[in-house]
Nanobody
């Protein structure tokens, strides 16, 4: 079993920055895809950014140029640097992990990850 724990959420004003982190409960070997997803009240959980086993990244269009996903393989940790935050970025952010060689950003129901964190809230005020 793998547990994922997110941290770093909070409340900021529009234009501000936050850094989210997600750490796995144990080292994960092999080809792993990890991603950040978010869910606003009443909306489907959407993919924000994913990073695959060789470090290739994809982003949903609304965050391109503002968010950066990165990982630390040695710690099986995942990060999301969020800059120029907008009120529409307000959501609960989740990290997810699955074994795969490659992956792209898709809706959570399509990503097919067996492991999810509990989420961390990000609130951006105007």
């Amino acid at each position: 079993q793998v547990q994922l724990v997110e941290s770093g959420g909070g409340s900021v004003q529009a234009g501000g920055s936050l850094r989210l982190a997600c750490v796995a409960s144990r080292y994960i070997s092999g080809s792993v895809c990890m991603g950040w997803f978010r869910q606003a009240p009443g909306k489907e959980r959407e993919g924000v950014a994913v990073i695959d086993s060789d470090g290739s990244t994809t982003y949903t269009d609304s965050v391109k140029g503002r968010f950066t996903i990165s990982k630390d393989n040695a710690k099986t940790a995942l990060y999301l640097h969020m800059n120029s935050l907008k009120p529409e970025d307000t959501a609960k952010y989740y990290c997810a992990l699955k074994w795969a060689l490659t992956c792209t950003v898709v809706a959570a129901r399509e990503f097919g990850a067996p492991y999810w964190g509990q989420g961390t809230q990000v609130t951006v005020s105007s």
